[in-house]
């Protein structure tokens, strides 16, 4: 069984920095890429950032290109995500998720996406 766990939201000011972790457990797990999506209250859910896990190839949803940063760590089977430059509409609760190992995805698609966590809340005070 794999399980995705975040880590690291919090309170912090407008203008701060964040880093968030998911680590991944499971005997089984393989992946081709790994992303975070966030959900704020009322909204739907938007696509934040992912990597290809083979590569490191990179992207980023418009809003936070050039204040947020993904990495991995293979070894570890953990994805990083930091945030710096932070906004108050920034406030979301954030979602680590994988792709399936085989799988053909899309970087945006949420339903490309086959696990997920449990999600971490970050909260951007002005």
């Known amino acids: 069984q794999v399980q995705l766990v975040e880590s690291g939201g919090g309170l912090v000011q407008a203008g701060g920095s964040l880093r968030l972790s998911c680590a991944v457990s499971?005997?089984?797990?393989?992946?081709?890429?790994m992303g975070w999506f966030r959900q704020a209250p009322g909204k739907e859910r938007e696509f934040v950032a992912s990597?290809?896990?083979?590569?490191?190839?990179?992207y980023y949803g418009t809003s936070v290109r050039g204040r947020f940063a993904i990495s991995k760590d293979n070894a570890k089977n953990t994805a990083t995500l930091q945030m710096s430059s932070l906004l108050p509409q920034d406030t979301a609760v954030y979602y680590c998720?994988?792709?399936?190992?085989?799988?053909?995805?899309?970087?945006?698609?949420?339903?490309?996406?086959?696990?997920w966590g449990q999600g971490t809340q970050v909260t951007v005070s002005s």
């Open positions: 499971g005997r089984s797990f393989s992946t081709n890429a």
């Open positions: 998720a994988a792709v399936k190992g085989g799988r053909s995805w899309f970087f945006s698609n949420a339903d490309h996406y086959d696990y």
């Open positions: 990597i290809t896990w083979s590569t490191g190839s990179t």
